[in-house]
């Protein structure tokens, strides 16, 4: 299993609990250490690079001989008003979010066609389909909502060789210091945010549901079921 974004947060999370199942994990991000867990390999680098891609598929199945499941954790989440993006944010949040899925997904496949199995797991955001109007992201919009869209198209493309392909999208998930989710707690009907926990469980379900591809699971307290 392959992880990007793993350093910390969710994908840390989910290093973590697929490592404990029993699986052995391939984990990257720019500033990533070394491992000292047999069953754990991180290599560092910036995902957006083709470089980088390349070293996690051949260092990963050099390690462990396959490639079983490919999550796309890493991500560049930036929300402001449209006209206040600067090139740089959006240079930024495309080669992480969009780039990144675009090398390792498809060095990925391949290895995954010539197995005749595999899952691909995008993390992507409930604002691609519901936007909130007092947290204005649109290249997030643009960039994980583009992701949400080649689930589908991979699942169709792939189904026929054994491989899934499927989303998690998420709503606000507390992945750092609790005071900066201050009064956001009322934007969802569940009224409470998200914990890396839920997203762990959502990817941990999509891995053994092996009868459901083409998925965008919600991991956002009902934020996706309309206007709250």
């Given at each position: 299993?392959?992880?990007?974004?793993?350093?910390h947060g969710i994908g840390a999370g989910l290093v973590s609990a697929f490592?404990?199942?029993?699986?052995?994990?391939?984990a990257n991000s720019r500033s990533i250490g070394a491992s000292t867990d047999p069953s754990i390999v991180n290599i560092a680098g910036d995902v957006g690079e083709a470089e980088t891609a390349d070293r996690i598929i051949?260092?990963?199945?050099?390690?462990?001989?396959?490639?079983?499941?490919?999550?796309?954790?890493?991500?560049?989440?930036?929300?402001?008003?449209?006209?206040?993006?600067?090139?740089?944010?959006?240079e930024a949040m495309l080669a992480t979010n969009v780039t990144g899925f675009f090398h390792l997904t498809q060095?990925?496949?391949?290895?995954?066609e010539r197995q005749g199995w595999g899952h691909i797991v995008n993390i992507t955001t409930t604002v691609a389909e519901q936007p909130i109007s007092g947290s204005p992201a649109v290249?997030?919009?643009?960039?994980?909502?583009?992701?949400?869209?080649?689930?589908?198209?991979?699942?169709?493309?792939?189904?026929?060789?054994?491989i899934r392909a499927n989303s998690v999208s998420l709503g606000i998930i507390k992945t750092q210091n609790p005071d900066s989710y201050a009064g956001l707690?009322?934007?969802?009907p569940l009224c409470r945010l998200?914990?890396?926990?839920?997203?762990?469980?959502?990817?941990?379900?999509?891995?053994?549901?092996?009868?459901?591809?083409?998925?965008?699971?919600?991991?956002?307290?009902?934020?996706?079921?309309?206007?709250?």
């Open positions: 299993m392959v992880i990007t974004g793993a350093s490592s404990e199942a029993g699986y052995n994990v391939v051949n260092e990963g199945v050099g390690r462990f001989s396959r490639l079983d499941t490919l999550v796309n954790n890493a991500g560049i989440f930036i929300a402001k008003p449209f006209t206040q993006y600067t090139v740089a944010d959006y060095r990925a496949m391949r290895l995954m290249l997030a919009s643009l960039t994980k909502g583009a992701l949400n869209a080649a689930t589908k198209a991979l699942a169709i493309e792939y189904g026929p060789r054994g707690e009322s934007s969802d998200g914990e890396i926990d839920d997203v762990v469980s959502a990817v941990m379900y999509l891995e053994r549901a092996e009868f459901v591809t083409g998925e965008i699971s919600h991991v956002d307290g009902g934020q996706s079921a309309g206007h709250w």
